[in-house]
Protein backbone atom coordinates (compact mmCIF):
# COMPACT_ATOMS: atom_id res chain seq x y z
CA UNK A 1 0.00 0.00 0.00
CA UNK A 2 2.77 2.61 0.65
CA UNK A 3 4.80 1.33 -2.35
CA UNK A 4 1.61 2.95 -4.48
CA UNK A 5 1.18 5.45 -2.36
CA UNK A 6 4.85 6.48 -3.10
CA UNK A 7 4.19 5.86 -6.69
CA UNK A 8 1.56 8.14 -6.84
CA UNK A 9 3.17 10.95 -5.29
CA UNK A 10 6.64 10.97 -7.81
CA UNK A 11 4.18 11.02 -10.18
CA UNK A 12 2.07 14.50 -8.97
CA UNK A 13 5.97 15.51 -8.46
CA UNK A 14 7.15 14.59 -11.39
CA UNK A 15 3.98 16.50 -13.48
CA UNK A 16 4.01 19.76 -11.07
CA UNK A 17 8.07 19.35 -11.84
CA UNK A 18 7.44 19.35 -15.29
CA UNK A 19 4.45 21.96 -15.55
CA UNK A 20 5.36 25.22 -17.00
CA UNK A 21 5.09 27.97 -14.43
CA UNK A 22 2.25 30.21 -14.42
CA UNK A 23 3.61 33.72 -14.09
CA UNK A 24 1.71 35.80 -11.06
CA UNK A 25 -0.53 38.07 -12.31
CA UNK A 26 0.73 41.62 -11.75
CA UNK A 27 -2.17 44.67 -11.36
CA UNK A 28 -2.17 47.04 -13.97
CA UNK A 29 -1.84 50.83 -13.31
CA UNK A 30 -4.85 52.42 -13.65
CA UNK A 31 -4.31 56.51 -14.77
CA UNK A 32 -4.93 59.27 -12.73
CA UNK A 33 -7.56 61.72 -14.31
CA UNK A 34 -4.27 65.08 -13.86
CA UNK A 35 -1.78 62.62 -15.55
CA UNK A 36 -0.54 62.42 -18.99
CA UNK A 37 0.19 58.68 -20.19
CA UNK A 38 2.64 59.09 -23.03
CA UNK A 39 1.35 56.34 -26.10
CA UNK A 40 4.35 54.63 -27.85
CA UNK A 41 5.56 55.70 -31.66
CA UNK A 42 5.07 53.79 -34.41
CA UNK A 43 8.36 52.55 -35.30
CA UNK A 44 9.40 53.54 -38.43
CA UNK A 45 12.20 51.94 -40.74
CA UNK A 46 13.66 55.87 -41.70
CA UNK A 47 15.92 57.65 -39.16
CA UNK A 48 14.30 60.70 -37.95
CA UNK A 49 12.70 62.43 -34.90
CA UNK A 50 10.39 60.57 -33.13
CA UNK A 51 6.94 61.91 -32.48
CA UNK A 52 5.43 61.32 -29.35
CA UNK A 53 1.67 61.30 -28.82
CA UNK A 54 -0.07 62.57 -25.41
CA UNK A 55 -3.15 61.37 -24.10
CA UNK A 56 -5.75 64.30 -24.07
CA UNK A 57 -6.29 65.59 -20.29
CA UNK A 58 -9.26 64.71 -19.18
CA UNK A 59 -11.16 67.98 -16.71
CA UNK A 60 -11.38 67.43 -13.03
CA UNK A 61 -14.82 67.04 -12.38
CA UNK A 62 -15.88 69.56 -9.58
CA UNK A 63 -17.35 68.63 -6.44
CA UNK A 64 -20.60 69.87 -6.79
CA UNK A 65 -21.27 68.49 -9.88
CA UNK A 66 -20.38 64.81 -9.03
CA UNK A 67 -23.48 62.46 -8.48
CA UNK A 68 -22.93 59.14 -7.27
CA UNK A 69 -24.11 56.57 -10.06
CA UNK A 70 -27.27 54.51 -10.16
CA UNK A 71 -26.75 50.89 -8.39
CA UNK A 72 -26.66 48.54 -11.87
CA UNK A 73 -29.55 45.82 -11.88
CA UNK A 74 -28.40 42.36 -10.57
CA UNK A 75 -29.50 40.04 -12.98
CA UNK A 76 -31.09 36.51 -10.87
CA UNK A 77 -30.36 33.35 -12.73
CA UNK A 78 -32.90 31.72 -14.33
CA UNK A 79 -34.76 29.12 -12.47
CA UNK A 80 -35.13 26.23 -14.28
CA UNK A 81 -38.21 24.12 -13.91
CA UNK A 82 -36.86 20.50 -13.91
CA UNK A 83 -34.46 19.34 -10.92
CA UNK A 84 -30.94 18.96 -11.41
CA UNK A 85 -29.75 15.22 -12.21
CA UNK A 86 -28.12 13.53 -9.08
CA UNK A 87 -24.45 13.93 -9.16
CA UNK A 88 -22.79 10.58 -7.55
CA UNK A 89 -20.15 11.15 -5.34
CA UNK A 90 -16.30 11.27 -6.60
CA UNK A 91 -15.28 7.27 -6.55
CA UNK A 92 -18.39 5.95 -5.90
CA UNK A 93 -18.85 4.61 -10.12
CA UNK A 94 -15.00 3.29 -9.67
CA UNK A 95 -15.64 1.54 -7.00
CA UNK A 96 -18.79 0.19 -8.62
CA UNK A 97 -16.71 -1.20 -11.25
CA UNK A 98 -14.30 -2.90 -9.08
CA UNK A 99 -17.20 -4.39 -7.30
CA UNK A 100 -18.77 -5.73 -10.49
CA UNK A 101 -15.26 -7.35 -11.44
CA UNK A 102 -14.45 -9.10 -8.32
CA UNK A 103 -17.97 -10.84 -8.87
CA UNK A 104 -17.63 -11.12 -12.36
CA UNK A 105 -14.07 -12.68 -12.23
CA UNK A 106 -13.85 -14.32 -8.49
CA UNK A 107 -15.27 -18.06 -9.48
CA UNK A 108 -15.15 -20.57 -7.57
CA UNK A 109 -11.20 -21.51 -8.16
CA UNK A 110 -9.05 -20.33 -5.03
CA UNK A 111 -6.14 -19.10 -6.87
CA UNK A 112 -9.12 -16.95 -9.13
CA UNK A 113 -10.58 -15.63 -5.97
CA UNK A 114 -7.24 -14.57 -5.08
CA UNK A 115 -6.27 -12.82 -8.26
CA UNK A 116 -9.71 -11.20 -8.12
CA UNK A 117 -9.13 -9.80 -4.54
CA UNK A 118 -5.96 -8.08 -5.04
CA UNK A 119 -6.48 -6.78 -8.46
CA UNK A 120 -10.26 -5.61 -6.81
CA UNK A 121 -8.01 -4.01 -3.93
CA UNK A 122 -6.00 -2.03 -6.39
CA UNK A 123 -8.93 -0.68 -8.23
CA UNK A 124 -10.54 0.44 -4.65
CA UNK A 125 -6.96 1.82 -3.68
CA UNK A 126 -7.34 4.06 -6.85
CA UNK A 127 -11.41 4.73 -6.07
CA UNK A 128 -10.05 6.03 -2.90
CA UNK A 129 -7.72 8.83 -4.24
CA UNK A 130 -10.89 10.63 -5.87
CA UNK A 131 -13.25 9.90 -3.45
CA UNK A 132 -13.68 12.03 -0.34
CA UNK A 133 -15.17 12.40 3.47
CA UNK A 134 -17.26 9.10 4.24
CA UNK A 135 -17.58 7.67 0.38
CA UNK A 136 -13.73 7.84 0.88
CA UNK A 137 -13.66 6.07 4.19
CA UNK A 138 -15.84 3.30 2.99
CA UNK A 139 -14.08 2.38 -0.12
CA UNK A 140 -10.48 2.97 1.95
CA UNK A 141 -12.43 0.05 4.02
CA UNK A 142 -13.28 -2.04 1.45
CA UNK A 143 -10.06 -2.11 -0.16
CA UNK A 144 -8.34 -3.21 3.49
CA UNK A 145 -11.30 -5.95 3.57
CA UNK A 146 -9.79 -7.16 0.25
CA UNK A 147 -6.43 -7.15 1.13
CA UNK A 148 -7.09 -9.44 4.05
CA UNK A 149 -9.20 -11.21 1.91
CA UNK A 150 -6.34 -11.81 -0.12
CA UNK A 151 -4.17 -12.75 2.59
CA UNK A 152 -6.77 -15.45 3.96
CA UNK A 153 -6.97 -16.77 0.71
CA UNK A 154 -2.83 -17.11 -0.19
CA UNK A 155 -2.70 -18.39 3.27
CA UNK A 156 -0.67 -15.48 4.21
CA UNK A 157 -2.80 -15.27 7.92
CA UNK A 158 -5.15 -17.53 9.48
CA UNK A 159 -8.90 -17.36 9.78
CA UNK A 160 -12.19 -17.82 7.53
CA UNK A 161 -11.93 -15.86 4.04
CA UNK A 162 -16.00 -16.03 4.65
CA UNK A 163 -15.62 -13.92 7.31
CA UNK A 164 -14.17 -10.96 5.36
CA UNK A 165 -16.35 -11.73 2.40
CA UNK A 166 -19.55 -11.37 4.78
CA UNK A 167 -18.21 -7.76 5.94
CA UNK A 168 -17.36 -6.88 2.36
CA UNK A 169 -20.93 -7.72 1.52
CA UNK A 170 -22.20 -5.50 4.25
CA UNK A 171 -19.92 -2.44 3.56
CA UNK A 172 -20.51 -2.76 -0.39
CA UNK A 173 -24.23 -2.20 0.33
CA UNK A 174 -23.12 0.31 2.74
CA UNK A 175 -21.47 2.23 -0.18
CA UNK A 176 -24.26 1.61 -2.16
CA UNK A 177 -26.52 3.49 0.31
CA UNK A 178 -23.91 6.22 0.34
CA UNK A 179 -23.25 6.42 -3.52
CA UNK A 180 -27.19 6.53 -4.21
CA UNK A 181 -27.82 9.82 -1.92
CA UNK A 182 -26.82 13.03 -3.17
Given at each position: ??????????????????????????????????????????????????????????????????T???????R???????????V????????????????????????????????????????????????????????????????????????????V??????????????????
Amino acid sequence: MSALAAAIAAVVALAAYLAPPTPPQQPQPQAQPDTVAPTPAPESSSPGPVKTRHARRTPKPSPESSTPDPPSPTREAPVSSSPLSAVRPGGCDEAAAALTAYRRNAGTVRSSQTAAAQQTYSDLMGAAFHAEGVVGAKITLLAREFQELNFRLTGMTGGDPNQVIADINTDAAELNRLCESP
